[in-house]
């Protein structure tokens, strides 16, 4: 799923309307969280909100989409929950929260949709409005648009992810004539109950943190390279990329299981070493944990995710995995003892994050790619730098938020620079492109477009090619970039240790409905150079392209081969495959 910001969200022109709900609020006060208690205590401000858009595949009544908020606002209490100031804090009551109607919001002559977006969020999703939560839609003729957005204090991003599975699904059942059937999940404010009758920390965690702390000047850890911020925090750049697509992604990860560490462990290796390379000191973070340590949580809405720190010294995989599990241990336990003899957290101007989020691994799912969802930032003023991964079935995606300083510009851009060239420096030559045959080693990569000719005397080396292909590479060139275009094509090369072009398959992923909705792998063009024939190089290459399917969720592999090439008949034999289908051809 995208990560962006609401300065970058692109959304096409049409009317942006709200849902209006009021709040009443009752005599029923809850306990404050140590991180609802920073947020909500810094007072009242734009831009404390995070939200989830998505794009509806059809025409949505207005009422229908309605009744289905309404019911998730009934089903996750947090939503009917209202911060107010007090005394010693801010104060957190249960509010009554009835339906009002849908109002449309004024884009003004000139004005971008997402600045008009942005200025609702701002108000309605503020940390003491009541609630301080909003349904948008914006109607386009492309379709309907639907923004849900929340004060962070309320929400996390795997609480987006749940509220938007629930809306969708009160919607399904409110089409469908019913009413909604959303049983109440669990409160958000059960678990701030649960944190504050565990056990105190142990003692060597409390070591420990301060040794992080006392590492990184007596306060959280800061960005180790210039940012050039005053006192005041500045304008916010944001930066949005694409680290690795579901190739090289996939690669990256069979070179984190080959070394018995996660994903998010090299990642933090990489971090570890391009932060010793550019600053010459270790990498020190502010370490976001959810704290969803119970089953029973995850469909919950809230904010349980709580701030720990991260200490990675050594660039090796084990180590930073090391760190990782570390931190894990060192955000589990409350927060407001763990910090109590810095008087809570000790925040400074120049405070580095940095959040892991991997959807794969969620039990929560929504179609990401077919509702086009995307995470939305709000716009503010830093002084930090704070960094969002995002982990899912498309690869890896990053958001950078640092002040739009000259110097800022030049450090943080230099290390994220380093950074991405280093993750897919290790995808392209892990060890998910690695073939071994006995002693030798080839390695499977994507063909790059000075592989053409390579490739072409590849497919004219037979008794066929030397017939039907031809010498004219202009043709080939404007097919390579054709296919290259389409992410579901992977056209392969296969090289030796001399660096050789000595094999070539295209692989492409096919959706269907057929076969339950089976998604296929079809194989197409696989040659091998004569002089490494009956090798195994055949074989070893068919293995890698099974496995690339199953990594994009192919249930079936499916080729086709001349009638003439019984050799390769035979071959395809040997590896499962049967001729249980005619494949039949005509020329257009």
């Known amino acids: 799923m995208r990560l962006t910001n609401v300065a970058h969200l692109r959304l096409p022109f049409g009317r942006l309307l709200g849902f209006d709900v009021a709040a009443t609020p009752t005599d029923v006060e809850l306990p404050v969280s140590f991180d609802q208690r920073r947020h909500v205590g810094a007072g009242e401000r734009a831009g404390s909100w995070m939200a989830l858009s998505f794009r509806m595949r059809e025409p949505v009544a207005l009422d229908d989409l309605a009744a289905a908020w309404m019911a998730v606002i009934a089903r996750h209490a947090t939503l009917r929950t209202a911060f107010t100031p007090g005394d010693d804090g801010p104060r957190l009551h249960e509010v009554d929260v009835r339906p009002r109607g849908w109002v449309e919001h004024p884009i003004a002559p000139g004005q971008a949709v997402n600045d008009a977006l942005r200025e609702v969020l701002d108000?309605?999703?503020?940390p003491y409005r009541a609630p301080s939560?909003?349904?948008c839609v914006l109607e386009t003729a492309e379709g309907p648009t639907v923004v849900l957005a929340a004060d962070h204090a309320h929400v996390d991003m795997w609480s987006m992810l749940v509220l938007a599975r629930d809306l969708l699904a009160a919607l399904g059942?409110?089409?469908e004539g019913r009413a909604p059937m959303l049983p109440p999940a669990p409160a958000f404010a059960?678990?701030?109950?649960?944190?504050?009758?565990?056990?105190?920390a142990p003692e060597a965690l409390r070591r420990r943190w301060a040794e992080v702390l006392e590492a990184s000047g007596g306060v959280m850890p800061r960005f180790p390279l210039p940012l050039g911020t005053a006192e005041s925090p500045e304008s916010e750049r944001v930066e949005v990329r694409d680290v690795l697509?579901?190739?090289d992604s996939a690669a990256f990860s069979a070179q984190a299981r080959d070394g018995g560490v996660s994903t998010l462990a090299l990642v933090v290796a990489a971090m570890t070493a391009v932060t010793h390379e550019l600053a010459g000191t270790p990498l020190r973070a502010v370490f976001p944990v959810h704290s969803r340590y119970d089953e029973r949580w995850h469909d919950a809405a809230g904010w349980f995710i709580t701030n720990s720190v991260l200490e990675s010294a050594d660039a090796d995989a084990r180590a930073s995995a090391a760190a990782v599990k570390e931190a894990v241990q060192l955000g589990s336990w409350p927060l407001e003892d763990v910090l109590r003899p810095w008087g809570g957290m000790p925040e400074a101007p120049g405070m580095f994050a940095i959040s892991w989020l991997d959807l794969r691994r969620l039990p929560v799912r929504i179609?990401?790619?077919g509702l086009q969802a995307q995470y939305v930032g709000a716009s503010i003023r830093t002084d930090g730098v704070m960094l969002w991964f995002i982990l899912d079935e498309a690869g890896l995606h990053l958001r950078c938020r640092y002040p739009d300083t000259a110097e800022a510009r030049a450090s943080v851009g230099a290390w994220l620079d380093a950074l991405v060239a280093r993750l897919r420096s290790e995808a392209r030559t892990s060890v998910g492109g690695r073939l071994t045959i006995g002693s030798r080693r080839f390695r499977v990569r994507r063909a790059a477009r000075d592989d053409v000719p390579a490739l072409v005397a590849l497919l004219s080396d037979d008794e066929l090619g030397r017939e039907r292909e031809v010498a004219e590479l202009a043709g080939y060139e404007s097919a390579f970039d054709a296919v290259t275009r389409d992410s579901t094509h992977y056209l392969a090369v296969v090289v030796d240790e001399a660096?050789?072009?000595v094999g070539t398959m295209q692989l492409s992923i096919i959706p269907g409905l057929s076969r339950g909705g089976s998604t296929r792998l079809q194989i197409e063009g696989v040659r091998v150079a004569a002089h490494e024939r009956s090798s195994g190089l055949g074989s070893a290459m068919l293995e890698w392209a099974h496995e690339?399917?199953?990594a994009r969720g192919a249930a079936l592999a499916q080729l086709t081969t001349d009638r003439a090439r019984e050799r390769a008949r035979a071959f395809y034999a040997r590896l499962g495959y049967g001729d249980s289908h005619v494949g039949l051809k005509r020329p257009l």
Request: proline share 0%; with cysteine; net charge negative.
């Open 548 to 550: 690339h399917g199953r």
């Open 133 to 135: 939560h909003r349904l």
């Open 367 to 369: 179609d990401a790619a």
């Open 190 to 200: 059960d678990h701030t109950r649960e944190l504050r009758q565990r056990d105190a």
């Open 499 to 501: 660096e050789r072009v």
């Open 245 to 247: 697509d579901v190739d």
């Open 173 to 175: 059942e409110v089409r």
């Open 123 to 126: 108000d309605a999703c503020s």
